[in-house]
């Protein structure tokens, strides 16, 4: 034992980051699921008891799970699915069938699939059905065991349901809440959404047969308990890895990191903005990207650059890329917008106030024909910093189209401090308040 | 320079030529490869890239993916008018062309992702998998469950997959109104002054030292700095002038370090190669024969838009001037410029401050076709009948577009008219008439 470690001990720093790149990794971008669902463990034995019920007792529920998105509702889902299959009996006689709204965009699709993932395709042969509920009743049926009277129990997970309650006539979601009511086959119906007002949405008739049991999913830990969660992702679990020191000397680096003050304030700004795992995760992957060789740790500046990464202003990242025609173009727009509280314009009006500035100066190195202004303000138009107010683009010419500006006053005005080498009489035309 | 891009999870000398493909977007690439980690590893679910055209978003992951030789399917939403070609793609880039021929036709979502989990399943991925979506804007047109279900493709097929998107616009303008799964969001910030002079210095002409050409670069990018900053045109530009540029020196008129007399002999050529070629008005061709004519003729070289004119019948030229009137001029001014003995009217009651010069910046107003004909018959010099051919003439004009209807077009008895024509083209047609329109404008008065 003692000499296997000391064997291991060995391993060469590259290894350890690799492997650590890989374990981490599998953690935050292919979402692995923790050992125990952390902030909803009430919910996790809520459902895991409904649908032991289903799977053992064969009793029909249906239920929603509603939440934020990246709150951890599919997470929840599948550590309670995973749990269930370990009884013995679930696991010999549960059915699954997993659908979701952003892929069985109708109620045929969603049959196919059903079907599909029944392994009833034999069964159903070139059979013609009169209508949708004959055609679930079949598959149902066709799941009855020869020797019992009672069905299989099957499992309907249905992701992004909201999406379900825009199919013609809602008939996929009335079937099986209908079959969920009436004592036919034991069918579980999970929906999960990120929609709260989900109810809303159903039919009355489909309403009226869903049982309305639905579990929430508002992950609002405390800040002491969002900086543990931080550190337990980042850190790793004994065995993890083989070579132990570097483990645990991974693990005491994880520990410091999460006590500096700076990356406390920078997390608790992200702490603030948003509480969910998602984010949380783009937030130390770009921080675990950054671990490498010849840097074998995060270090509190790793994770203040990925926090600045996080919360970088896209629209003034591409304002600083505009030639200085389309920055004096916008601000021509923004004074415009001062002046006349947000009305639209057009490239006329635009092209004047630009022509105003212009006459002010002595020297026209700015001196452009209408076309190229054309063509820079075509350019704005197509980075949909511009949008014109109604698409009937037909009817008017280019240079009449009204047009609206989607950017802030302050944007512009922080895209301008920070562009390089931005002539001053440029700065002051915008600084000063009325064209 | 080649020291960011070190990844264990690569060969060195494969990095070495990565880094030699890609100048001034080391820190890009360098960042980009960290993200996706060694092959085997799983890379972020979706990783959104936007930045300016041309700022190498698309030739950077070429190269990387190319060069480093990881398995990747690049789509141009352009290219795919539909999904099924888009998921096509996908699929023989990955599986081959069996896998790709298991599509259905018009295959939906469902389809795309249940071939792929089967696929994957049979062979499942050593190395993460890239999905690479160029003009990625075009994704939000098609089906609207297409984006957020290639967010989370990871997910949905239970793969080592990531996709990339590509775009100019930001991530904001993107986002469903229901939200979806975020991607990871990487900027590409445009080329600096002096990276584009680097770059654009690296294809020069072999028969000339580096010195003249930089030179040459640098006196391009005084001229077209200000208004374009995308490399491929800049770089277009640049090929399309050079040979003008060094003409003097063929001539043995000036030395190659002479670099103010080249700038003199260049600068009015490359102002009008703005006014042309770069507004595409005429294609490179055309622009060099343009400059062949130009020796011979020593006439001033022109863009399309200068010499655009269309033969027009006398009258409707008129009609056209008539409808231009009717549309930037306020209807009670119209008695002030067509009636003779019109009266006193006073000054500063007729010039209303606000109205004045704001018809033209506003545009076209519409008019009812009586005072198009009121206006046509007081400016035309000749008496004319009101006859069928007149009428004909205004319909023709609408279907040139010169004039737009604005009315319903059942709407027989009294149709509404807009002018469609910008001011410099009326001032052309107006000269070929000898009709000063300038007089008879409200604006400038």
Redesign the interface.
């Known amino acids: 034992m003692s000499k296997r470690k000391a064997r291991d001990a060995h391993l060469p720093v ?1 290894e350890c ?2 492997q650590v ?2 374990i981490l ?2 953690r ?4 692995q699921l923790p050992d125990r669902p952390e902030g909803v463990e009430a919910q996790h034995k809520h459902l895991l008891e409904l649908l032991k019920r289903t799977a053992v007792h064969g009793e029909s529920n249906s239920v929603l799970i509603v939440g934020p ?2 709150a951890g509702k ?1 997470m929840l889902l599948k550590c309670v699915l995973r749990d269930l299959l370990m009884e013995k009996e679930a696991q010999k006689n549960l059915l699954q069938v997993h659908l ?6 109708d109620d045929r ?1 969603a049959l ?2 059903m079907t ?1 993932q029944l392994h009833l395709e034999n069964v159903v042969g070139d059979k013609v059905f009169g209508s949708f509920a004959e055609n679930l009743n079949f598959l149902l049926e066709a799941l009855k065991k020869g020797d019992r009277s009672s069905s299989r129990p099957v499992l309907f997970v249905l992701d992004e349901f ?2 379900f309650a825009h199919h013609k006539n809602q008939t996929l979601l009335y079937n099986l809440f209908d079959v969920s009511q009436s004592a036919q086959a034991p069918v579980a119906v999970v929906g999960v959404t ?2 709260l007002d989900v109810l809303e949405l159903l039919e009355k008739r489909v309403k009226s047969r869903f049982s309305h049991r639905q579990i929430h999913v508002l992950s609002n830990p405390t800040f002491r308990q969002y900086l543990e969660r931080v550190q337990t992702q980042l850190s790793l679990q004994p065995g993890d890895l083989p070579d132990d020191k570097f483990a645990q000397h991974w693990n005491v680096s994880i520990k410091t990191l999460c006590e500096d003050k700076s990356v406390e304030e920078a997390l608790q700004r992200h702490y603030n903005s948003s509480k969910d795992f ?2 949380n995760h ?1 937030l130390l ?2 921080c675990l ?2 671990v ?3 840097k074998p740790a995060i270090k509190p500046a790793d994770l203040l650059e990925a926090s600045r ?1 996080c919360f ?1 202003d ?2 003034a ?2 304002l ?6 389309e920055l004096c173009l916008i601000i021509a727009m923004k004074h415009l917008n001062d002046l006349y509280e947000g009305e639209p314009f ?1 490239l ?2 635009v092209h ?1 106030e630009f022509k105003k500035f212009l006459q002010r100066k002595s020297n026209s ?2 001196n ?2 209408q ?2 202004i054309m ?2 303000f075509e350019h704005l138009q ?3 910093m511009i949008r014109p107010v109604d698409s009937s683009t037909a ?3 280019r ?2 189209q009204l047009m609206r500006l989607m950017l802030d006053h302050t944007q512009v005005m922080e895209a301008l401090q920070k562009y ?2 931005c002539p001053t009489d440029v700065k002051q035309w915008a600084m000063s308040a009325f064209g | 320079m080649s020291a960011l891009l ?4 690569y060969e060195e000398e494969r990095l070495q030529t990565v880094a030699k493909q890609l100048p001034c977007r080391e820190v890009q690439a360098g ?1 980009l490869l ?2 996706m ?2 092959p ?6 979706s990783i959104f890239i ?3 055209q041309s ?1 190498g978003k698309s030739h950077v992951l070429h190269v990387l993916l190319k060069e480093l030789e990881l398995p990747h399917a690049t789509v141009s939403c352009v290219e795919c008018v539909s999904v099924a070609l888009l998921f096509e793609q996908v699929l023989l880039s990955f599986f081959g062309c069996v896998a790709a021929s298991l599509l259905p036709r018009s295959p ?3 389809d795309f ?2 071939i792929y989990r089967q696929q994957s399943s049979q062979s499942p991925a050593k190395q993460t998998r890239y999905i690479v979506m160029e003009k990625a804007e075009l994704l939000r047109d098609s ?1 609207a ?1 297409l984006l ?2 290639l967010l989370r493709l ?3 097929v239970e793969d ?1 997959v990531s996709v990339i998107l590509l775009s ?6 993107f986002r469903p109104n ?5 991607p ?2 990487l ?1 590409f ?2 080329y ?2 002096g990276e584009l002079q680097h770059i654009l210095a690296q294809d020069r002409n072999p028969s000339y030292s580096d010195e003249f050409y930089s030179a040459y670069i640098n006196i391009l990018l005084g001229v077209f ?5 995308d490399l491929r045109e800049l770089r277009h530009l640049a090929a399309l002038n050079f040979s003008k540029f060094c003409e003097p020196l063929a001539e043995g008129k000036v030395k190659e370090t002479d670099t103010h007399k080249l700038w003199r002999n260049i600068e009015p050529h490359l102002k009008k190669a ?2 042309t070629v ?2 595409r ?1 005429v294609s490179s061709l055309q622009w060099e024969k343009m400059q062949q004519m130009e020796e011979k003729e020593n006439g001033a070289l022109r ?1 399309l ?1 200068a010499h655009t004119h269309v033969e027009l019948p006398y009258y409707s030229k008129f009609l056209l001037i008539a409808a231009y009137l009717a549309s930037f001029n306020p209807a009670r001014t119209d008695k002030r410029f067509f009636v003779k003995h019109h009266g006193k009217i006073k000054k500063t009651n007729f010039l209303k401050k606000n109205e004045k010069t704001s018809n ?5 107003k519409p008019f009812p076709l009586d005072r198009l004909l009121a206006i046509f018959y007081s400016v035309v010099d000749s008496r004319v009948a009101p006859t069928a051919s007149i009428f004909s003439q205004i319909s023709s004009l609408v279907t040139l577009q010169l004039l ?1 209807q ?1 009315s319903h077009s059942e709407q027989l008895d009294a149709p509404k008219y ?1 002018c ?1 024509v ?1 001011m410099d083209f009326i001032c052309a047609i107006s000269r070929t008439v000898n009709f000063e329109i300038i007089k008879y404008l409200y604006d400038f008065l």
């Not at chain 2, 070190?6 to 999870?9: D, F, R, S, V, W």
């Open positions: 590259g980051i690799s790149q890989e990794r599998k935050l971008c292919n979402q998105r990246g599919t979701n709204g952003l892929l069985q965009t699709i196919q699939e599909r909201d999406l990120c929609r998602r984010s783009m992957m770009l990207s950054r490498s060789v010849a990464m970088i896209a629209e990242n591409m600083h890329g505009l030639s200085i025609l057009n006329q009006m004047n190195m700015y452009f024909e076309p190229v063509k820079a197509q980075l949909e009817k008017t010419q240079e009449y390089p080498q | 070190q990844h264990p999870g960042m960290s993200l980690g060694q085997h590893q799983y890379s972020y679910p936007y930045g300016h700022s939906s979502l469902s992702v249940r089906n469950n957020p279900a990871q997910e949905l080592n100019e616009i930001v991530w904001d303008r229901t939200g979806c799964f975020e990871l969001l900027h910030p445009d600096s002054k700095y200000s208004v374009c900053r703005m006014q770069y507004l008005e863009g838009s033209h910046l506003l545009g076209p737009t604005v807009k469609a910008s």
